[in-house]
């Protein structure tokens, strides 16, 4: 009788960590209003990454009335325990009155790379300082 010959099992990636980081999500009026905010966030360590997406359109129905626009978004990440302070400098520089912004948390990431973002947050332990644009926008 012949033996298998052992194979060992495709090792999993460890999700410890994974569900640690956020994906923040916000929709922006122009690609110049996602950049500053962008570039704002991530210098201060709020974000530990972003990214500006000019290729969208919003269709929305906002006081009545439906809406069909282009829109950028803005993809950033950052730690889970830190969502709530990048949701509010994001909410405080944000051209709209009411911005899309939205935290998701990760499921599933490259083990590297959740430790990265989780890592890059952690010498930023205050809430970002930044300026923006005064609330005066009618949009949403």
Known sequence: MATKPH???PRRPQSSGVRTVALIVAAY????????????LVRAGTLACATVD???????RWEG??????SVV????????RRRGAVDALRAIHPDRVPDIL????????????A???????AARQPA?????VKSRARR
């Open 7 to 9: 194979r060992a099992k």
């Open 103 to 114: 935290a998701i948390q990760v499921d599933a990431a490259d083990p590297g790379y959740a």
């Open 54 to 60: 000019s290729a969208a359109t919003a269709f929305y």
């Open 65 to 70: 009335r439906f809406h069909e626009e282009s």
């Open 29 to 40: 009026p122009n690609r110049a209003a996602a950049t500053r905010s962008a570039r704002s």
């Open 74 to 81: 803005l993809w950033g990440r950052c730690a889970w325990r």
């Open 116 to 122: 990265w973002v989780v890592g890059e947050g952690a």
């Open 129 to 133: 300082k930044v300026r923006g644009p």
